[in-house]
C-alpha cells in the first residue's frame, strides 16, 4: 500500500489549504486513517483521525479549525484547514491503518506534505 499526500503550500495566516491522502495498491482495505504533523525542531504529532465509520478525534490545537474526512470507496483522506496559524506550520503525514487479505498490516505512512504559514 502506498500513500500519496498532496495540496500543502504557502498561505498567510488566516487562510484555508486543503490536504489529500490517497492509499493505492491491492486487495487492502483501511480502518483509521490520519493527519500528523512534525514541526521544525519537534517530535510527530497527532493532527486527527477518522475510523471507516466516520468516528473522528481531533488534537485540541485544531479542534474548530481543521475538518478531516475521507471517502472509503476513493481510499481517500483530506484535511480542511481554515484560520491557519503560523504555529502550523509543520511537514503533514498522512497515516493509514492497513489489513492486508483481512490479516492487520500495521500502520503506513505517506511522504509528508509541507504546509507553510506565513504571519
Known amino acids: 500500500v502506498q500513500l500519496q499526500a498532496s495540496g500543502g503550500g504557502l498561505v498567510q495566516a488566516g487562510g484555508s489549504l486543503r490536504l489529500s491522502c490517497a492509499a493505492s495498491g491491492s486487495m487492502f482495505s483501511i480502518n483509521i486513517m490520519g493527519w500528523y504533523r512534525q514541526a521544525p525542531g519537534k517530535q510527530r504529532e497527532l493532527v486527527a483521525t477518522i475510523t471507516s465509520g466516520g468516528s473522528t478525534v481531533y488534537d485540541d490545537s485544531v479542534e474548530g479549525r481543521f475538518t478531516i474526512s475521507r471517502d472509503n470507496a476513493e481510499n481517500t483522506v483530506y484535511l480542511q484547514m481554515n484560520s491557519l496559524k503560523p504555529e502550523d506550520t509543520a511537514v503533514y503525514y498522512c497515516?493509514?491503518?492497513?489489513?492486508?487479505?483481512?490479516?492487520?498490516?500495521?500502520?503506513?505512512w505517506g511522504q509528508g506534505t509541507l504546509v507553510t504559514v506565513s504571519s
Open positions: 497515516n493509514a491503518e492497513v489489513f492486508y487479505l483481512g490479516k492487520y498490516y500495521g500502520f503506513h
